[in-house]
């Protein structure tokens, strides 16, 4: 079963991105999972201005992973976080 974890990265965010990312993908490897950054090209507008489209991605990644999770770039997850691809039921 291959299983990925997905986060949004781009420039508005990078400042943050550099604590939060390694954080990210110590838990992606505590999970078996490939890590995967989307970034912000080619961006579709809300009204405010903000890209929305990239979470939009993940639907055609099921072509090759059986399990995704989405996180936002801006969280931390506690060492002590245990594995969520064993914890949620299929």
Not at 8 to 22: A, M, S
Not at 28 to 33: N, R, S
Not at 57 to 70: C, S, T, V
């Amino acid at each position: 079963m291959k299983r990925a974890i997905v986060t949004r990265i781009d420039d508005e965010v990078k400042d943050y991105v550099e604590i939060t990312l390694p954080v990210i993908k110590k838990y992606a490897d505590k999970c078996g999972a490939d890590l995967i950054t989307l970034s912000h090209e080619p961006p579709v507008w809300t009204e405010d201005r903000k890209p929305h489209y990239r979470a939009l991605k993940i639907y055609d990644m099921f072509d090759e992973y059986d399990r995704i999770l989405h996180l936002d770039a801006d969280m931390l997850i506690n060492k002590n976080c245990p594995d969520i691809f064993n914890t949620v039921p299929e």
